[in-house]
């Protein structure tokens, strides 16, 4: 019961230091609340950088040449068995004509040297192949290889590399950097929170001199560490929400290109991690010099 | 009560606030504790109730050590110790009877028994009026009268007074002595330092004086003498 | 050198302090300011140095209103005035030299200067050994004797203090009497808040008594009286 | 003289005021530090980014086709018009040969197409042109046009429209995003300093009423949140300078091909931004809230 009535008592008290110093307390919710914002701002970018890494990985073709004279029983089979293929995302039938056509845009001005040899096309049908990911291209062209009606299987081995390459270094910073940026928001919010709690050290002098254990005067200070945190991170949390549907409004119609990342399940999580981050950023701030302030 | 043996206090800018000191104060006691500014009678008090620790020399409470106490044991010594500081110390932000209730919030009082005993001793010390103003918003005197109300709301066995009256008019002065004395009459220990010659004088009771960190006497009923060096 | 004009004072929490208090103080002027706790004593001298602004009625310094002084007049009219104030104070992070020296570098005193009158005006007090203290290493009287160095130190035309014997030992009170009546006889206006009633009864001075906000009684040479209201 | 002194005076209270609430020193110059060090990152990425942008565009070409029977003298006197254009950054002669060797190159694995075209080579001369900025492209074709021994010009329009739409949004973003971002850390440098000089406001209030002038009270908190500043802008100068050498080294390991910026004068100009910054908020912060307890 005396327990119970004291964690009750730390709402009241948690609620009346929030309120009895304010201009701390919006200091240090705003603090929370900006930080927070560059850090998901950070996180959101980090998530869509690698959205569209992943689907610029997912274009990732290896094409297979069929020969001039495979039997259309062959290359059904050959269907069947790309479509089985674990890692296969997906496939496209390119037929000679549409081949030469393609040549005609990688040409582009250069259209002249094709004269002559048009009639003739001597460009053989293909299937291009998207695999998952890049490690899976070798793979998949080593299975391929020497079936009935294949002539070739070719891709660009440096193309995959460099690109697996790229991508892994932008993922690897991403996340890095987001961690790294996580510590730092850590650091500023709890040492907010920490001068606030530091200004009121001679009330906690004075707590302890009147009979308070330790744990009496640090309930409060915990309870008032999670408000303030949940406050920053919930004004946070807002802010990055409608910025975001903005900034996607915004790109869809300048790049539209650009496969950005739906707001839906991801803000939902992403709250969650700030409002998470808001309330033990809060307890650990405040708890620390509370702690020390205790010691002495 | 208290039993301190040979205690020396210097402070860590080497003044030596206390030095050899050798007292027992009985449970029931009333004792003054006179001298000069800076004869370390604060000093004195701020051992009991175990804010410093000395240097030297041991101090019992009801027999056992305060010096060897436990950290996690000096609340409920705290709790047993009501004390007026001589700068108040009130919570800033807390009205004058949320500080008073505080001290019984700590013991883990019940609501009711707060609900209670907080208007009362506000009572008793003159200030139902002010009970919910702030620290600032109260008068050096009015102050010094939640401090008293605070230490004593909890019944403690003993109740240190550090110039309690300081910033009292003669009268009001005499009405708070009037209180500790009946505090005391119930079996409470009292210590009171003090400057206030006429009170000393008057109540004609114990008198421990100290001069620069010594007792310089120790009368058992005894008078303000400024004879000291 | 004052003139108080039915001056009235109600805090924002309503409490009416003060009540058409009117009050003449003339140059060169011993005054004691007497009353029982929270009776205004403290409000009228936060009045006088413009921390407190009436609520009505006007207030004049040398002739001028203080009510209606520029805002970046004030500090030129406390640098006249010198303050003890009742809770003393001191900054925190001074040492009590340099807490009594900041009193003189604000008015914009040499270094030279400085150097030689701020230990000269610590050992009037009697704390010349513990000029390089920082305040919460001093003991409360000392405390509040160097609050009275810092504010006799610019020799000020006029010193106001609060209760400046509260935490003080008879003789050493005597002593701080003593040097203001000093300062007096050299033509500088001293107002005293006082509760030491043996001290006012011996100095025979003029005696304003306060009781709930309102003037009680104003003798010229008059005697601390318990027999207000 | 008065003047002189006290200004003097407020080096030595800074001092004393920054070291004697040393916890909320260490952790204002750490709040400081640490959001400066993410700014400057920010700035040197975006620095990066623009510099990448740039490569990427100035290797911006059109190319300028020769007549099959043109006059070598007609060929030299298109070169010198060519190095006179304003905006060209640099140009290339591709001779028959070069130009088939580069289509081989297109084609890949598709090679056979070339058999029999080979010994024709019906592909022409031309001139490679970069040019400054992509917006600089049209102008140039349009000079060049028509000049004798020219048979056309051509460039991919669409190309560069969709370079110039990528490259600026970036710019852009990357500086809103800085912008922003100085925005937060002024607002988080200032929120701290105010923290730590509110702390302080009974100071302030005594000093008050010993009669010290508003600007006399002023002048030490602006000097302290100066210094305050500097030392948390040295510290995140010091911290990025050696962080930048060796994100270059590790990139220059795995991604050789990314044009990133030397470290030499960018460094140094970014640790003046920085001191500046630091200084900068420092006095905005401190003046802020001592402003607002004066007016008390
Ligand atoms: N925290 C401290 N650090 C250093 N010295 C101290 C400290 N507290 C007190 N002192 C010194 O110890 C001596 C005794 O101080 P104490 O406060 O015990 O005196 P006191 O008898 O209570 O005086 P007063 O009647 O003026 O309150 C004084 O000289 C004082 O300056
Ligand atoms: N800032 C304030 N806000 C509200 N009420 C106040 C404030 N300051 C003082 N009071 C009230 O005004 C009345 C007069 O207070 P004041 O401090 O002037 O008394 P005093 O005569 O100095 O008493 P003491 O002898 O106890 O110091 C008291 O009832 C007090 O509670
Ligand atoms: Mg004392
Ligand atoms: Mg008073």
């Known amino acids: 019961m005396a327990t119970f009535r004291s964690l009750w008592r730390g709402f009241g008290e948690a609620l009346s230091g929030v309120v009895s110093n304010s201009v701390m307390s919006v200091a240090s919710i705003s603090t929370v609340a ?49 479509a089985g293929q674990p890692g296969v995302v997906g496939y496209r039938y390119v037929s ?20 002559g040899v048009e009639e003739l096309n001597p460009l053989p049908a293909s299937f291009e192949i998207s695999v998952l990911r890049p490690d899976l291209v070798e ?27 790229v991508t892994n270094v932008l993922r690897l910073g991403g996340m890095t950097l987001a961690l790294l940026l996580t510590g730092v928001t850590v650091f500023l919010i709890a040492n907010t929170i ?28 915990l309870l008032e560490g999670v408000l303030l945190g949940l406050a920053g991170a919930a004004v946070a949390a807002l802010a990055i929400a409608f910025t975001y549907r903005w900034l996607l409004d915004m790109f869809y119609d300048r790049l539209p290109f650009l496969p950005l990342v739906t707001p839906q399940p991801l ?19 405040s708890q620390i010099s509370v702690r020390r302030l205790l010691q002495v | 009560m208290f039993q301190l043996d040979s205690v020396t206090k210097v402070y860590p800018n080497k003044v030596v606030a206390l030095s050899g000191v050798s007292l027992t104060i009985r449970r029931g006691e009333f004792v003054f504790l006179v001298g000069p500014s800076g004869a370390g009678k604060s000093t ?42 001589q700068d108040c110390k009130l919570l800033p932000h807390k009205t ?34 002010k009970a919910r103003a702030y620290p600032h918003e109260l008068s050096g005197g009015e102050q010094q009268r939640v401090a008293l109300a605070r230490a004593i709301v909890n019944n403690p066995a003993v109740v240190i ?19 500790l004395e009946e505090i005391n009459r119930r079996g409470r220990t009292v210590i009171m330092a003090t400057h206030a010659k006429a009170i000393v004088n008057a109540m004609n009771r114990r008198v421990v004086a100290l001069s620069r960190g010594r007792i310089y006497r120790d009368d058992a009923s005894g008078v303000y003498d400024d004879g000291y060096l």
Chains 1, 4 share one sequence.
């Open chain 2, 96 to 129: 004058a009877e949320a500080n008073v209730a505080f001290a019984l919030e700590v013991t883990g009082a019940g609501a009711r028994e707060i609900r209670r005993r907080v208007p009362a001793v506000l009572e008793l010390v003159g200030l139902a009026d």
């Open chain 2, 161 to 179: 007074a550090d110039e309690p009256t300081g910033n009292l008019d003669p009268q009001t002065a005499w009405e708070i002595v009037g209180l």
């Open chain 1, 267 to 285: 803000l939902q999580k992403l709250s969650l991690v700030l409002l998470g981050l808001g309330a033990l950023v809060g307890v650990v701030g």
């Open chain 1, 34 to 82: 900006l930080t927070l914002l560059v850090l998901a701002g950070f996180l959101l970018a980090a998530v869509n950088l690698s959205h569209v890494a992943g689907v610029i990985e997912s274009q990732i073709q290896l094409r297979v040449y069929l020969d001039a004279n495979a039997a259309e029983e062959d290359v059904r089979q050959l269907e069947a068995q790309i």
């Open chain 1, 194 to 221: 920490r001068i606030t709690v530091f200004a009121r050290r001679e009330e906690i002098a004075i707590m302890k001199l009147v009979g308070a254990t330790d744990w009496y005067i640090r309930w409060p200070f």
């Open chain 2, 44 to 85: 004195l008090v701020k051992l009991l109730y175990r804010e410093e620790l000395p240097t030297r020399g041991n101090i019992l409470f009801e027999g056992r050590s305060i010096t060897r106490l436990r950290r996690s044991q000096v609340p409920y010594l705290r709790r047993r110790v009501g004390v007026v500081f």
């Open chain 1, 139 to 165: 793979r998949v062209a080593y299975e391929l290889q020497g079936r009935p009606g294949v002539d070739k299987v070719s891709y660009s081995a440096e193309v995959v590399r460099r690109l697996l390459e």
């Open chain 1, 96 to 115: 000679k004509e549409e081949a030469l056509e393609r040549l005609r845009g990688y040409l582009g001005e250069d259209q002249d040297l094709l004269e």
